[in-house]
T-cell receptor, first 109, second 114 residues
Framework: RKEVEQDPGPFNVPEGATVAFNCTYS??????FFWYRQDCRKEPKLLMS???SGNEDGRFTAQLNRASQYISLLIRDSKLSDSATYLC??????????FGTGTSLTVIP | GAVVSQHPSRVICKSGTSVKIECRSL??????MFWYRQFPKQSLMLMAT?????????EQGVEKDKFLINHASLTLSTLTVTSAHPEDSSFYIC??????????FGPGTRLTVL
Protein backbone atom coordinates (compact mmCIF):
# COMPACT_ATOMS: atom_id res chain seq x y z
CA ARG A 1 0.00 0.00 0.00
CA LYS A 2 1.35 3.42 -0.90
CA GLU A 3 2.14 5.83 1.90
CA VAL A 4 0.22 8.62 0.19
CA GLU A 5 -2.54 8.24 -2.36
CA GLN A 6 -4.10 10.82 -4.58
CA ASP A 7 -6.62 10.70 -7.37
CA PRO A 8 -4.49 11.60 -10.41
CA GLY A 9 -7.43 13.18 -12.20
CA PRO A 10 -7.42 14.95 -14.54
CA PHE A 11 -9.90 17.42 -13.17
CA ASN A 12 -11.22 19.76 -15.86
CA VAL A 13 -13.33 22.54 -14.40
CA PRO A 14 -14.73 25.80 -15.76
CA GLU A 15 -13.45 29.12 -14.56
CA GLY A 16 -15.13 30.19 -11.38
CA ALA A 17 -15.88 26.64 -10.23
CA THR A 18 -15.01 25.19 -6.86
CA VAL A 19 -12.88 22.08 -6.90
CA ALA A 20 -11.66 19.82 -4.13
CA PHE A 21 -8.85 17.30 -3.97
CA ASN A 22 -8.38 14.63 -1.37
CA CYS A 23 -5.33 12.73 -0.35
CA THR A 24 -5.10 9.78 2.01
CA TYR A 25 -2.08 8.68 4.01
CA SER A 26 -1.37 5.34 5.63
CA UNK A 27 0.94 6.16 8.53
CA UNK A 28 -1.00 7.33 11.55
CA UNK A 29 2.21 8.73 13.05
CA UNK A 30 2.49 11.30 10.26
CA UNK A 31 3.29 14.67 11.70
CA UNK A 32 3.10 17.38 9.05
CA PHE A 33 1.15 17.83 5.87
CA PHE A 34 1.57 20.05 2.88
CA TRP A 35 0.16 20.86 -0.52
CA TYR A 36 2.57 21.73 -3.30
CA ARG A 37 1.80 22.98 -6.76
CA GLN A 38 3.81 21.96 -9.81
CA ASP A 39 3.46 23.69 -13.14
CA CYS A 40 4.44 21.94 -16.34
CA ARG A 41 8.21 21.60 -16.67
CA LYS A 42 8.80 23.45 -13.42
CA GLU A 43 9.73 22.50 -9.88
CA PRO A 44 7.12 21.92 -7.16
CA LYS A 45 6.40 24.97 -5.03
CA LEU A 46 4.93 24.97 -1.56
CA LEU A 47 1.32 26.08 -1.74
CA MET A 48 0.38 25.73 1.88
CA SER A 49 0.91 23.74 5.01
CA UNK A 50 -2.07 21.90 6.43
CA UNK A 51 -2.92 22.40 10.07
CA UNK A 52 -5.15 20.31 12.30
CA SER A 53 -7.62 23.11 12.70
CA GLY A 54 -7.77 23.73 8.97
CA ASN A 55 -6.39 26.81 7.33
CA GLU A 56 -7.25 29.19 4.56
CA ASP A 57 -5.19 31.30 2.23
CA GLY A 58 -7.34 33.41 -0.03
CA ARG A 59 -9.27 31.08 -2.32
CA PHE A 60 -7.49 28.01 -0.98
CA THR A 61 -8.60 26.02 2.05
CA ALA A 62 -6.73 23.03 3.42
CA GLN A 63 -8.09 20.59 5.94
CA LEU A 64 -6.75 17.63 7.86
CA ASN A 65 -8.75 14.72 9.20
CA ARG A 66 -6.47 12.64 11.39
CA ALA A 67 -9.15 10.13 12.33
CA SER A 68 -9.73 9.21 8.70
CA GLN A 69 -6.17 9.96 7.67
CA TYR A 70 -6.84 12.30 4.82
CA ILE A 71 -6.12 15.86 3.85
CA SER A 72 -8.01 18.00 1.42
CA LEU A 73 -7.52 21.10 -0.66
CA LEU A 74 -10.43 23.25 -1.76
CA ILE A 75 -10.03 25.87 -4.45
CA ARG A 76 -12.83 28.38 -4.79
CA ASP A 77 -13.51 30.61 -7.79
CA SER A 78 -10.99 28.77 -9.96
CA LYS A 79 -8.77 30.86 -12.20
CA LEU A 80 -7.05 29.81 -15.39
CA SER A 81 -3.76 30.27 -13.56
CA ASP A 82 -4.73 27.55 -11.08
CA SER A 83 -4.12 24.95 -13.79
CA ALA A 84 -1.29 22.79 -12.48
CA THR A 85 -0.57 19.51 -10.74
CA TYR A 86 -1.23 19.55 -7.01
CA LEU A 87 0.96 17.33 -4.86
CA CYS A 88 0.03 16.08 -1.43
CA UNK A 89 3.08 15.68 0.83
CA UNK A 90 3.26 14.00 4.21
CA UNK A 91 6.12 14.28 6.67
CA UNK A 92 6.35 11.21 8.89
CA UNK A 93 9.18 12.29 11.13
CA UNK A 94 12.35 14.33 10.77
CA UNK A 95 13.39 14.37 7.13
CA UNK A 96 11.16 11.50 6.01
CA UNK A 97 8.66 12.72 3.44
CA UNK A 98 6.21 10.95 1.17
CA PHE A 99 4.72 12.48 -1.95
CA GLY A 100 1.48 11.70 -3.66
CA THR A 101 1.59 11.21 -7.40
CA GLY A 102 -0.22 14.49 -7.93
CA THR A 103 -3.64 15.56 -9.13
CA SER A 104 -3.85 17.35 -12.45
CA LEU A 105 -6.17 20.36 -12.66
CA THR A 106 -7.11 22.22 -15.82
CA VAL A 107 -9.30 25.27 -15.52
CA ILE A 108 -11.18 25.90 -18.74
CA PRO A 109 -12.22 29.38 -19.94
CA GLY B 1 9.53 30.76 1.39
CA ALA B 2 13.12 29.63 1.50
CA VAL B 3 15.23 29.89 -1.64
CA VAL B 4 17.06 27.02 -3.27
CA SER B 5 19.16 27.46 -6.38
CA GLN B 6 20.24 24.80 -8.82
CA HIS B 7 22.86 25.00 -11.51
CA PRO B 8 22.96 24.48 -14.42
CA SER B 9 19.34 24.85 -15.45
CA ARG B 10 19.90 23.00 -18.67
CA VAL B 11 22.70 20.84 -20.00
CA ILE B 12 23.23 18.92 -23.19
CA CYS B 13 26.10 16.48 -23.28
CA LYS B 14 27.47 13.61 -25.28
CA SER B 15 26.98 10.04 -24.21
CA GLY B 16 29.73 8.87 -21.89
CA THR B 17 30.48 12.22 -20.30
CA SER B 18 29.83 13.14 -16.68
CA VAL B 19 27.59 15.98 -15.61
CA LYS B 20 27.66 17.75 -12.25
CA ILE B 21 24.61 19.51 -10.85
CA GLU B 22 24.82 21.85 -7.88
CA CYS B 23 22.08 22.55 -5.39
CA ARG B 24 22.37 25.40 -2.91
CA SER B 25 20.15 26.58 -0.10
CA LEU B 26 20.58 30.34 -0.18
CA UNK B 27 18.99 31.58 3.01
CA UNK B 28 18.99 28.66 5.39
CA UNK B 29 21.14 25.73 6.40
CA UNK B 30 19.97 22.38 5.13
CA UNK B 31 21.14 19.30 6.98
CA UNK B 32 19.24 17.23 4.45
CA MET B 33 18.89 17.63 0.73
CA PHE B 34 16.96 15.40 -1.61
CA TRP B 35 17.53 14.55 -5.25
CA TYR B 36 14.63 13.70 -7.52
CA ARG B 37 14.21 12.78 -11.13
CA GLN B 38 11.12 13.36 -13.20
CA PHE B 39 10.39 11.99 -16.65
CA PRO B 40 7.84 13.73 -18.89
CA LYS B 41 4.26 13.40 -17.63
CA GLN B 42 5.37 11.25 -14.72
CA SER B 43 5.58 11.80 -10.98
CA LEU B 44 8.62 12.92 -9.07
CA MET B 45 10.84 10.00 -8.19
CA LEU B 46 13.09 10.27 -5.17
CA MET B 47 16.61 9.17 -6.06
CA ALA B 48 18.48 9.76 -2.84
CA THR B 49 18.54 11.54 0.47
CA UNK B 50 21.70 13.43 1.24
CA UNK B 51 22.71 14.33 4.78
CA UNK B 52 25.49 16.81 5.40
CA UNK B 53 28.73 15.11 6.28
CA UNK B 54 27.56 11.57 5.68
CA UNK B 55 26.93 9.19 2.79
CA UNK B 56 23.77 9.59 0.82
CA UNK B 57 20.95 7.07 1.13
CA UNK B 58 19.84 5.84 -2.27
CA GLU B 59 16.40 4.58 -3.19
CA GLN B 60 16.03 1.08 -4.49
CA GLY B 61 17.05 0.81 -8.11
CA VAL B 62 19.23 3.91 -8.12
CA GLU B 63 22.88 3.11 -8.73
CA LYS B 64 25.07 4.94 -6.25
CA ASP B 65 28.15 4.56 -8.44
CA LYS B 66 26.38 6.19 -11.33
CA PHE B 67 24.75 9.02 -9.41
CA LEU B 68 27.39 10.39 -7.09
CA ILE B 69 26.14 12.66 -4.37
CA ASN B 70 28.25 14.91 -2.21
CA HIS B 71 26.87 17.06 0.59
CA ALA B 72 29.97 18.71 1.93
CA SER B 73 28.37 21.73 3.56
CA LEU B 74 25.05 22.79 5.02
CA THR B 75 24.25 24.82 1.94
CA LEU B 76 25.58 22.75 -0.95
CA SER B 77 24.90 19.33 -2.36
CA THR B 78 26.06 18.06 -5.73
CA LEU B 79 24.84 15.28 -7.96
CA THR B 80 27.19 13.91 -10.59
CA VAL B 81 25.74 11.75 -13.32
CA THR B 82 28.70 9.65 -14.40
CA SER B 83 29.06 8.23 -17.88
CA ALA B 84 25.70 9.61 -18.88
CA HIS B 85 23.62 7.80 -21.48
CA PRO B 86 20.52 8.88 -23.40
CA GLU B 87 18.26 7.04 -20.95
CA ASP B 88 19.57 9.35 -18.20
CA SER B 89 17.98 12.31 -19.96
CA SER B 90 15.48 13.70 -17.51
CA PHE B 91 14.53 16.62 -15.28
CA TYR B 92 16.63 16.48 -12.11
CA ILE B 93 15.34 18.46 -9.16
CA CYS B 94 16.91 18.96 -5.77
CA UNK B 95 15.23 20.08 -2.61
CA UNK B 96 16.53 21.30 0.71
CA UNK B 97 14.91 20.49 3.98
CA UNK B 98 14.46 23.41 6.34
CA UNK B 99 14.29 21.93 9.80
CA UNK B 100 10.92 22.22 11.51
CA UNK B 101 9.50 23.29 8.18
CA UNK B 102 9.41 21.46 4.88
CA UNK B 103 11.27 20.87 1.63
CA UNK B 104 11.98 23.71 -0.75
CA PHE B 105 12.81 22.82 -4.31
CA GLY B 106 15.42 24.12 -6.67
CA PRO B 107 14.31 25.12 -10.18
CA GLY B 108 15.57 21.88 -11.66
CA THR B 109 18.12 20.85 -14.26
CA ARG B 110 17.04 19.55 -17.62
CA LEU B 111 19.60 17.03 -18.81
CA THR B 112 19.73 15.85 -22.40
CA VAL B 113 22.26 13.19 -23.30
CA LEU B 114 22.88 12.81 -27.02
Amino acid sequence: RKEVEQDPGPFNVPEGATVAFNCTYSNSASQSFFWYRQDCRKEPKLLMSVYSSGNEDGRFTAQLNRASQYISLLIRDSKLSDSATYLCVVNIVGNQFYFGTGTSLTVIP
Amino acid sequence: GAVVSQHPSRVICKSGTSVKIECRSLDFQATTMFWYRQFPKQSLMLMATSNEGSKATYEQGVEKDKFLINHASLTLSTLTVTSAHPEDSSFYICSAFERLSTQYFGPGTRLTVL
